[in-house]
């Protein structure tokens, strides 16, 4: 009994050591850099919002963002022949009805093959079929909503997520109210990282499933345009379906016990003769859960985009792990952007008698973006996994089609 008690202090005072130590990195490298983006805001130079109706990216997509899908391809609409069917999805057809209704979608498939599997056949399957839908009835007010026709795979995962946006004064705070996702770390249309998943053997048990959404309310300020801040309140019934692996122990001990969420990212503008860039971090307090994460990226070159992400989850006496994503991306044209990125997940598993069981995933990807025409996104994958049950290389590949 002694000797377990023994290991756990070591083990807390070993995870105390490793989060000064993370910390103290992001610190250094931010007195060293002030300068980081993820691969398309380095781009335009803008945060996720100016592309986005979602303040945190991704889904329905502004003038600007709608804008930029169209222009930043290896062909242009003339170029490639098809300046007339795309003059006809032009600004007030993709506004429909003027500030009172918009549309988009987000349609993503993909063919992979398990790497848990040496046999494992080859799959075509679609990922997503969103439809997004926008409404301004008011200055003041803005409505959202969003429905996936695709099939629900991960637990905690929603069809659907809607909104109401209230901004009673001009450059003040935003409240949203609805059901959607918490403002979590960096959004990104790559399921399968680290940040948002535990290590486990097959990689397959999330923390924040794709189109994870939530009952609560936000309150948003993004004023001055140098910083964004997200402080949140929401259910937990959604989050309260993921279980930790081999085990019926939730991540969220109570069903429905409240969410708190807090986020921030610096744009560091007001330093000359630097790119734009961000720095940022948030969490997740539900109980005794902590779910932490930190990213910052910066432009080494005019084509050359690192970022940095780290992801902590401690839940005391039943889990804790961590992972850490450096990655770098090149722009090799436009409309092609090329990447790679290491990825080093560690959990370590606390069994009910009290002992610890430490399991590790390294991956290794190697990826591109090309948008070769308007709206229509190919991205090749190649990917190493090496895990505590297995090791194997295997590529896909995903067609995104979108507006």
Not at 70 to 87: H, I, Q
Not at 159 to 170: D, I, K
Not at 189 to 217: N, V
């Amino acid at each position: 009994m002694l000797k377990k008690q023994e290991n756990l202090a070591n083990y807390r005072h070993t995870n105390k050591k490793t989060i000064i130590i993370i910390a103290s990195l992001l610190v250094l490298i931010w007195i060293s850099y002030l300068n980081a983006t993820p691969e398309f805001s380095v781009l335009t130079g803008n945060r996720c919002s100016s592309c986005h109706l979602n303040f945190q990216g991704g889904g329905m997509r502004k003038e600007f963002g709608w804008n930029f899908g169209k222009d930043f391809t290896v062909l242009t609409p003339s170029e490639a022949g098809l300046e007339g069917f795309y003059n006809f999805f032009d600004k007030k057809k993709y506004t429909l009805l003027d500030r009172f209704l918009a549309v988009g979608t987000d349609f993503r498939y993909q063919t992979t093959r398990s790497h848990k599997y040496e046999d494992a056949k080859r799959k075509y399957y679609p990922m997503q079929a969103s439809l997004y839908i926008n409404s301004d009835p008011f200055d003041w007010l803005r409505l959202d909503g969003q429905y996936n026709f695709g099939k629900l795979v991960f637990p905690g995962q929603q069809e659907w997520a809607a909104s109401a946006y209230f901004q009673p004064f001009v450059d003040g705070p935003i409240l949203r109210i609805g059901n959607f996702q918490p403002s979590i770390g960096l959004r990104d249309c790559d399921m399968t990282m680290l940040d948002r998943r535990i290590p486990t053997p097959d990689g397959s048990q999330t923390i924040i499933p794709p189109d994870y959404a939530e009952i609560g309310a936000e309150l948003i300020y993004e004023n001055p345009k140098w910083f964004s801040l997200f402080a949140g309140i929401f259910d937990s019934k959604n989050l309260w379906a993921n279980a930790f692996f081999g085990r019926e122990t939730k991540i969220v001990s109570i069903l429905h016990n409240p969410s708190f969420t807090f986020k921030f990212i610096v744009y560091p503008q007001w330093i000359d003769d630097y790119p734009p860039s961000l720095i940022g971090s948030s969490i997740l307090i539900n109980g005794n859960l902590i779910f932490l994460n930190s990213f910052l990226g910066f432009s080494v070159t005019d084509d050359f985009i690192f970022s940095f992400r780290f992801s902590l989850l401690n839940k005391p006496y039943e889990r804790y792990s961590y992972s850490i994503i450096p990655s770098l991306t090149y722009i090799a044209y436009k409309g092609i952007l090329l990447g790679i990125r290491a990825e080093y997940g560690k959990a370590d598993i606390i069994t009910p008698n009290k002992e610890i069981i430490p399991i590790s995933t390294y991956q290794m990807v190697a990826n591109a973006k090309i948008l070769l025409i308007p709206y229509i996104e190919f991205i090749p994958e190649y990917r190493f996994i090496a895990s505590e049950e297995y090791k194997s290389f295997r590529w896909s590949l995903q067609i995104h089609i979108y507006y």
